[in-house]
């Protein structure tokens, strides 16, 4: 999803909201909370994933 999110140039804030409105947050909080990880931790993730996108399609360009 994240690589969908970034070839639409989302930022992290619009691709939470996305993930929270799609049903699979409270799935993704349950997975973080199980690496002792938290819901601040879940926007990192993607804002980290989205950027490493966004330069591996302009390195690719």
Do not use: P, Q
């Not at 199980?34 to 993730?45: M, N, P, Q, T, V």
Request: with cysteine; net charge positive; proline share 0%.
């Amino acid at each position: 999803m994240l690589s969908i999110y970034a070839r639409h140039k989302f930022t992290a804030k619009k691709a939470l909201e996305c993930i929270k409105e799609s049903g699979i947050y409270l799935d993704l909080v349950g997975y973080f909370r199980s690496r002792g990880l938290d819901k601040a931790d879940i926007y990192e993730f993607i804002d980290k994933g989205l950027n490493d996108r966004w330069l591996a399609s302009k390195v690719a360009a």
